[in-house]
């Protein structure tokens, strides 16, 4: 079986346990961040499929993340869903110059955040 690789990051524990259970059930491996700069890292020397990330977190944002991932070219292929419980899809277009694959408000749904997964990279 093709074992796919996922970064999260979030400051907030509880989020990425759910986050990585859910991916981890559609048979990713999952590495973890609490902060941007450690995400990055992970991104850069794990080249993921998937980066989840919180949008509002210490340090590097996820939208300078964002940015930062879909401008190198190494890493451009990473498929990105940010989460966010500050702003809507409307706003944040608004607001946001990073052009993320999916976005994903709070409280998450854990199984429309699989079917979103599962259309970004599995199928």
Known sequence: ???????IVDDDIKIIILVEKALTELGFVV????EGKKA?????????D??????LQPGLDGVRLCNLIK???QLSHTKI???TGV????????QMDCEPDAFIEKPVDMTQFQETVKRLILE
């Open 71 to 73: 401008k190198d070219p």
């Open 31 to 34: 590495y973890s961040a609490t």
């Open 1 to 7: 079986m093709i074992k796919y690789k996922a970064v």
């Open 87 to 94: 702003y809507n899809r409307t706003s944040f277009k608004l």
């Open 40 to 48: 990055l890292e992970l991104v850069q020397d794990e080249k993921p």
């Open 81 to 83: 869903s940010l989460i």
């Open 50 to 55: 998937l980066l989840v990330s919180d949008i």
